[in-house]
């Protein structure tokens, strides 16, 4: 029996998990800015779940979930960093008060809500770190910029994370999933209230997707969240986990990519040290 703390469960992945965790029986603190969605779990689960408002970007909330944890539950085991949004518009079109929201949750109140933690997790052997991440976190696409840097953000440092916490028996696991049938494309979508025509043949098309495939996604959020807890339970999870085909696509062009360039500059872009001559100095 693991108890978890999963940020975001108001919909979505996170609420999709936070249903599953409690329904295998293990302890739950559920957060979200409003514990109305979670109301319904606690009442089917009195014994395991605990439910606590928590806004990711406001100080100390964090702190007080994780003591809920450690008082309800004796301890944590589980940190999922799921609270965050998205953002499209070209880079030029997005305000500062239209983007950087979205950084504060995806970025900041992950950072956070780690920081707090990590003190009640380093306690506990097998205890896992699950950032969630996106398709978007692997690759750059015309209209989803500042969204692509927030979760670019989230890839770095988890990776640092890994690191510094192996040795503690700690593991992080970077969740990047595709298009999966949520909330996401919709209550979870920022657009930017500009737009500049220069860039029609580009950043339009991600506002489109959005109006079309919104409710339409072929991911199943289930079977995403069974892959998830899978990785978790993990004796060797894995440091990078994309979910679903289009989020696998995306890893392999990108790698695919990465290795062309790599290969059609080796030769001029490693010849950039001292010269062995230079380096020696005078008799």
Not at 18 to 37: C, P
Not at 185 to 202: D, F, K, N, W
């Amino acid at each position: 029996m693991k108890t978890w703390l999963i940020t975001g469960c108001s919909s979505g992945l996170g609420r999709q998990l936070a249903e599953a965790v409690a329904a295998r029986g293990d302890r739950l603190v559920a957060t979200a800015r409003s514990t109305d969605s979670s109301k319904t779990l606690c009442e089917r689960y009195p014994e395991t779940v605990r439910a606590i408002s928590v806004d990711v970007t406001r100080a100390g909330d964090a702190a007080k979930a994780v003591a809920l944890a450690e008082s309800a539950f004796g301890g944590l085991d589980v940190l999922v960093n799921n609270a965050g949004f998205g953002f499209i518009g070209a880079i030029e079109e997005g305000e500062p008060g239209e983007y950087r929201p979205m950084f504060e949750v995806n970025l900041f109140g992950l950072i956070e809500t780690t920081r707090a933690a990590l003190p009640a997790l380093r306690k506990r052997a097998g205890a896992r770190i699950v950032n969630l991440s996106s398709g978007a976190g692997i690759a750059g696409s015309a209209g989803f910029g500042f969204y692509n840097a927030s979760k670019f953000a989230v890839e770095g440092l988890s990776e640092a994370l890994a690191q510094e916490l192996r040795p503690l028996g700690v593991r992080v696991i970077i969740v990047e999933p595709g298009p999966f049938r949520t909330a996401f494309l919709g209550r979870s979508m920022v657009t930017a209230a500009r737009e500049i025509s220069a860039y029609a043949e580009t950043v339009p098309a991600r506002r489109q997707y959005r109006q079309t495939n919104d409710g339409r996604q072929a991911g199943d959020p289930a079977k995403a969240v069974a892959v998830m807890l899978q990785a978790v339970d993990a004796e060797q999870p894995p440091l990078h986990l994309p979910i679903g085909p289009r989020a696998h696509a995306i890893a392999e062009q990108k790698l695919d990519s990465f290795r062309a360039d790599l290969a059609a500059w080796r030769d001029v872009s490693i010849a950039t040290d001292f010269d062995a001559r230079s380096q020696i100095g005078p008799n």
